[in-house]
């Protein structure tokens, strides 16, 4: 019901900076909590960071804390991960997922969303 298309991954050097962008279908996108996930070659996907419906509460994992920045344009219907003083270990396929969330909560639970878009590689060289 919900089709969510990521957008801005590329090729970059260590220290460089990248703006990914979620694009998402629906009528009330306001109501959906959103997510960043992530998963490099041969490990697990993990959460990255989360953002309420109305944007006002938001939660990122202690490794990229102080570096990106979630954030949503509820009228454009997107979800953005501001990626700052990007390191090789940042290197993974970055996912977006929204979860049904009427109240103003953020979940940090692979398994609570509902909806995935297809990721966008992120690269980061030394």
């Known amino acids: 019901q919900v089709q969510l298309v990521e957008s801005g991954g590329g090729l970059v050097q260590a220290g460089a900076s990248l703006r990914l962008s979620c694009a998402a279908s629906g009528r009330t996108f306001r109501s959906y909590g959103m997510g960043w996930f992530r998963q490099a070659p041969g490990k697990e996907r993990e959460f990255v960071a989360a953002i309420s419906g109305s944007g006002g509460s938001t939660y990122y994992v202690d490794s990229v804390k102080g570096r990106f920045t979630i954030s949503r344009d509820n009228a454009k219907n997107t979800v953005y991960l501001q990626m700052n003083s990007l390191k090789p270990e940042d290197t993974a396929v970055y996912y977006c997922?929204?979860?049904?969330?009427?109240?103003?909560?953020?979940?940090?639970?692979?398994?609570?969303?509902?909806?995935w878009g297809q990721g966008t590689q992120v690269t980061v060289s030394s």
């Open positions: 997922a929204a979860k049904y969330l009427p109240r103003q909560v953020v979940v940090t639970t692979l398994r609570e969303y509902d909806y």
